[in-house]
């Protein structure tokens, strides 16, 4: 049996295959918290029931050592979580001596220090468990709405979001850089397939230390052929209420290990305002920070911005020239670009970057020179402005910063498994 399961299991005799996860004695009775990766069950022990060798071997076992017990699954509303195992037998499968880890607190930097064995305390448990979740109701999201998954490649010859930010490898004695993002294979695919997206790891040397920059990162990047600028935004929106529902719905004993509040993600339903940079400026002046028209927001001004909204905010109409060159001037005001980024709320900032994409030949051609990018190595993107070029657009979500916003971790550091920042690298 697994301890998920429990409630199927009451009055029979059931084995649970796990690590001990913490224990307390009183005497001729022993509380053994098992854990089994699908929960922790509350495992008692007495010497009158099992006799004083299984006793004494019981009292043996440390923290996280491995063992298998196997006894009566009862109700008990005293017990975490609700059910209790009564042991009839216990073997023990390997002692763990000096695990590093103990019950009390410990620094940030020893615990990543140790992130392998970290992973297994009920924190982070419930932190990767939500995000296994946001992960398949992504996935869930553009399957059931016709969207052809199309991996895209991580070995990429060029640039896709800026030169400063690139990973590169030694590729047979050329240079490589490692994918920055999916979305330029996915320009070329939404022209074969109509609806696409791509979900992968993608990487960006970033420089700076702050809590929202991970080294790699991983995105989900939809393109769609034909969608005008205010469907992309409809699509982002319906997409992360979706995702917000399924948390809610899928992740109660997550969200409450945690200690999530869960009435702000409850109000996360379409439309999302929306505000202009122009705006968006005014409202940074309003609280002291005079921005100039063109400068990017940091992660201080996004936070501003994001904390006068109960809900994600869009952010759109950047002035031309301060994001990707790959971004459509709005006809209608050419001094900026149908793009958008949006911000979640609580502070959290930009979870979603996208934008409409230059469908136009030759204006994609003199953005590529502006830009200094090797020509040579944007032909094929050329191409799609040759052959049938049409109305396109997408974005792409970060999936370490939507968790961290929504399990409201101050830091991306614990939102995935193994994380690469500066200067780390281990384990
Ligand atoms: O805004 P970005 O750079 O947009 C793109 O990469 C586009 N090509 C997407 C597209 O239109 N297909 O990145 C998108 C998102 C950000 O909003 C953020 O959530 C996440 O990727 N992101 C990072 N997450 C963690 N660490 C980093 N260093 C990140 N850089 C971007
Ligand atoms: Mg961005």
């Known amino acids: 049996m697994y301890i998920e399961e429990a409630k199927n299991f009451v009055g029979q005799e059931v ?15 022993q509380f053994l918290l098992v854990r089994d990766g699908t929960g922790i069950m509350q495992c008692v022990i007495s010497q009158n029931d099992v006799g004083e060798r299984l006793f004494k071997d019981a009292e043996k076992v440390t923290q996280e ?3 298998i017990v196997k006894g009566i699954v009862k109700q008990d509303e005293r017990a975490p979580g609700g059910f209790e195992l009564v ?10 001596s000096d695990y590093p880890i103990s ?3 410990h620094g940030v930097g020893f615990l990543m220090e140790n992130r392998h064995l970290w992973l297994r305390s009920r924190r982070q448990w419930a932190i990767l468990r939500i995000r296994s979740t946001i992960e398949n109701s992504l996935r869930e999201f553009f399957n059931e709405r016709g969207f052809i998954l199309i991996d895209a490649p991580i070995l990429t010859p060029a640039a896709a979001e800026g030169t400063t930010t690139l990973f590169e490898t030694d590729y047979f004695g050329v240079p490589a850089y490692l994918s920055q993002s999916g979305q330029l294979y996915m320009e070329a695919a939404c022209m074969a397939f109509g609806k696409v997206y791509c979900f992968g790891p993608t990487f960006r040397a970033e420089k700076s230390k702050t809590r929202r920059h991970l080294t790699e ?28 529902k399924k948390v809610l719905a899928n992740c109660k004993e997550e969200l409450k290990i945690i200690g999530r509040d869960t009435k702000p993600l409850e109000k996360v339903d379409p439309p999302f305002p929306r505000i202009h940079y122009r705006d968006a400026l005014e409202i940074l002046r309003q609280k002291g920070k005079e921005l100039k028209w063109g400068d990017d927001f940091g992660g201080d001004e996004e936070t501003l911005i994001s904390n006068e909204f109960d809900k994600p905010v869009f ?15 709005d006809p209608l005001e050419p ?5 958008a980024d949006l911000l979640a709320p609580e502070g959290y900032g930009e979870i979603i970057g996208g934008s409409q994409r230059i469908d136009d030949y030759n204006l994609l051609l003199q953005r590529i020179k502006k830009n ?15 052959y049938g070029s049409v109305p396109h657009g997408g974005f792409g979500i970060g999936l370490e910063r939507t968790l961290a916003w929504i399990a409201k971790l101050p830091h991306v550091r614990e939102t995935i498994p193994f994380p690469r920042l500066l200067e780390k690298i281990y384990p």
Do not use: C
């Not at 996860?21 to 009183?26: D, E, I």
């Not at 002035?319 to 990707?324: C, D, H, R």
């Not at 001094?335 to 793009?339: D, G, P, R």
């Not at 020509?375 to 402005?385: A, C, G, H, T």
């Open 65 to 67: 050592s491995s063992l």
């Open 103 to 105: 019950p009390k607190e």
């Open 315 to 329: 952010v759109h109409h950047f002035p031309e020239g301060m994001k990707a060159f790959y971004m459509k001037p």
């Open 87 to 96: 042991i009839k037998d216990l073997t023990v499968v390997q002692i763990a």
């Open 217 to 244: 990162f991983w995105m989900l990047e939809p393109e769609i052929a034909y969608i005008t600028f205010e469907e992309n935004l409809q699509l982002q929106e319906e997409m992360i209420s979706f995702v917000v």
């Open 15 to 29: 084995e649970i295959k796990g690590w001990l996860y913490n224990s307390r004695s009183s005497g001729k009775v």
């Open 372 to 386: 200094n990018l090797n020509l040579e190595n944007y032909k094929w993107y050329l191409d799609l402005r040759k």
């Open 335 to 339: 001094q900026t670009v149908l793009a």
